[in-house]
């Protein structure tokens, strides 16, 4: 596995990690279209049971790191650990909210 399969693998555990079985992880945008820039940010949505402050913030570290070793950009909604995010297209009418 390699490039943005292997980045996706690495997310999912991440996902099993932190949120274990009830938990489940999707990602969306460009990658997810497949539409992406070799080095394109991997958006990801992490859904589960509630976690505490120091555990968000560990996840949001984990998906830093995660961007970090598969040299790909980080969006500055997920710079800081502990920050919530949410986000609406309204034109296709769906939205996605981002917990790290």
């Known amino acids: ?10 997310a999912g555990r991440l996902r099993a990690e932190f949120l274990g079985p009830r938990g489940y992880a ?3 945008g460009s990658h997810a279209a497949g539409s992406a820039a070799h080095d394109a940010d991997l958006d ?7 976690l505490s402050e120091s555990v968000r913030a ?13 040299l790909l950009r980080l969006d500055t909604e997920v ?9 609406c297209d ?4 769906s939205w996605v909210a981002l917990i790290a």
């Open 79 to 87: 710079q800081g650990s502990g920050t919530f995010a949410l986000w």
């Open 44 to 50: 990801l949505l992490f859904v589960g049971p509630p």
């Open 1 to 10: 596995m390699t490039g943005i399969a292997q980045a996706l693998a690495d």
């Open 90 to 93: 309204r034109g296709r009418a």
């Open 26 to 28: 999707i990602a969306y």
């Open 58 to 70: 560990r996840l949001a570290d984990a998906v830093i790191a995660l961007h970090a070793t598969h």
